[in-house]
């Protein structure tokens, strides 16, 4: 999903770091083999999440929604020498493919994968959070405040992606389109948040930076 003008934005990619080498296999190898590859984050969406991580420099990051792990390899870049990476994904199937892409990079003891319903899975995790991405079924996301606040520090950034999904949350609503309804909701309860602090960005399909005040 571009919102801008394609020449912008091919300016703005051939202007950002390139992709690396391990990362442009995965994504050959996801469209080669697994379903719907068009919801792996890319080249360019991949390094400002690599960007952000190396900003905050997280030793605890949350994944919801791994698919086949190019944005956990993209936030693992950021994360602390003795850092850990949780990534949690409902599909079994891409257990085996997401750990052979995390044992060929430089994190792959830095790496724990959970299957499951990440609402599940969350409330049972020990661990607190400097960097938690949002990235899994778009009309549960209003559930996942609530389940992912209590396990984020303080001064914690929340990632959230697809938050404008394709345009959609700023059109008027069709009645059975639930997952637009729920990323609205979502957006006006993370907007509306005492505890919150955020700013949408337009990125790719629309990203929004909060952080745990
Ligand atoms: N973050 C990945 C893309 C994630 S696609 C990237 O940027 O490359 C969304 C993923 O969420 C899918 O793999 C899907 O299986 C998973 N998912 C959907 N519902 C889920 C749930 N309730 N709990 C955990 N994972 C879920
Ligand atoms: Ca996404």
Redesign the pocket.
């Given at each position: 999903m571009h919102f801008l003008p394609d020449h912008i934005d091919d300016y703005a990619v051939k202007h950002s770091q390139p992709e690396p080498q391990l990362l442009q296999e995965l994504t050959r190898e996801?469209w080669q083999k697994v379903l719907?590859p068009v919801?792996?984050?890319?080249h360019y969406?991949?390094r400002v999440?690599s960007m952000i991580s190396k900003l905050i420099r997280p030793l605890r990051i949350l994944?919801?929604?791994?698919?086949?792990?190019?944005?956990?390899l993209?936030l693992a870049e950021g994360m602390q020498a003795e850092g850990t990476l949780y990534?949690?994904?409902?599909?079994e199937e891409?257990y085996d493919f997401q750990r052979r892409y995390f044992d060929c990079s430089d994190f792959g003891n830095q790496i724990i994968q959970h299957t499951?319903?990440?609402?599940?899975?969350i409330p049972k995790l020990e661990e607190t959070f400097d960097l938690v991405?949002l990235?899994?079924?778009k009309s549960?996301y209003p559930k996942y405040i609530e389940t992912v606040l209590p396990k984020m520090n303080k001064g914690a950034v929340l990632l959230s992606?697809n938050v404008l999904w394709y345009g959609k949350v700023a059109e008027a609503s069709k009645e059975k389109d639930t997952d637009t309804a729920a990323l609205k909701q979502y957006n006006k309860m993370i907007h509306d948040h005492p505890q919150l602090e955020s700013v949408l960005l337009p990125i790719r399909d629309g990203l929004t930076i909060s952080r745990k005040i």
């Open positions: 996801t719907a919801m792996l984050s890319g969406q991949g999440l994944e919801i929604g791994t698919y086949t792990g190019y944005s956990a993209c990534t949690i994904d409902i599909n891409l499951g319903n990440a609402l599940e899975i991405f990235d899994a079924d549960n992606d």
